[in-house]
């Protein structure tokens, strides 16, 4: 069954991010009732954004430098309700991160209770306050999709609201937004669009609906990565469509068995979510074969620089927290490998393909 939530508005082209005032005039009446979340990188250069932010006084900087956690999300929330100021419209400016953040506070602010009570399967009982995501980073696909992926340190769990209330009430997807990221950067997070898409049209749970989206977002990748400059005006641009595909893809089917790793790795080391992505596609050859020499390609052919996690000591004990917080991805590896998942990825097969990626 595809049930489908629909963005209101989307504004997308060159130059797009223009038509922020506007919409905050016709949704907002007074700048106090305006909540900005923006990715810190901005923060000594906000006349990169062609905004004029004089007289907006709730302005949230989103440091990037950990994915968001449950915490964070309380913090901010209990921040802006102390203010005592009645938010009527979100504005998320940022990558996946700064987007799942914006998402994630709009739901507390109108629901009772801490986030954690949230993450897992519609669980969010009432509508957030209206939000508006603008990707200044292309591919998690968190501009279009129905969760807000959230890390929880002492559940070892990294898991999203995913809810219909999820979703951004309009976009503005303004490819200019994208040019000053680093080449590793973008191609990392792009992968995650072509993982996305991979991973659904894998997944027993594909369908007509979400193949339409992942098959278009999947050529885009193609195209874009096997040209020369992926980077180039019109690449970004692109990228930033596919995005928007495979985060409809993924909100209507599935992601498969390179996600559920990657969040072990998050859970475990921290790494971020994209290079994680990358990483544990590196030891995909027996699952995803012929994806996995296509995203081999694509890093040799642009030179791509995967880090490796540093301080790694891959005793018994670690290899069973990665188990742990990959394991409890069930939905995913049932829609990768079928209802008896636990029998293919067994502790022992999950240690082996930790091994081969990260040693
Ligand atoms: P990010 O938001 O964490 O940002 C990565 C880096 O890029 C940061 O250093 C940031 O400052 C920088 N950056 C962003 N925009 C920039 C710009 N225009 N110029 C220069 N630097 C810029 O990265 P991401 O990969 O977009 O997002 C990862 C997050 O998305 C994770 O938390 C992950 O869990 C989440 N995610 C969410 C969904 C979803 O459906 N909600 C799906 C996949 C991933
Ligand atoms: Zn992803």
Redesign the pocket.
Known sequence: MTSIKNINQIYFHEDSFKMLPNRINEIASKNESVIFFI????KSQMN?LSFNFKGYSNIYFND??S??TVELIDFFVDSIKSKMINPKLIIAI???????LG?AVSNMLTNPGISEDYQGWDLVKNPGIYKIGI???S????ES?R???LSNKKKNL?M?MNSHF?VYDELILDPN??????RN?YF??AM?TYI?CIESLNGSLKNLFSDSFSINGLNICRDVFNSDDFMSDENREKIMLASYYG?IA??NSMVGLVHPLSAGL?SVFGS???VSNCIVMMGMEEFYPEEYLEFKSFISKHNIHLPKIQNLDLNSHTLKKLYDATIIHEKPLKNALGENFKEILTYEKASELFRKILL
């Open positions: 990715d810190d990188f901005f990169l990037t430098s994915e968001p940022g990558g996946g991160s700064t987007l799942d998402k990707p200044t980073l591919g998690t696909g968190a999709s969760t807000c992926v990294k999203g999820s937004l994208t040019a000053t990221v680093t950067q990392y997070t995650d996305h985060g993924i909100a998050s971020h979510h994209c």
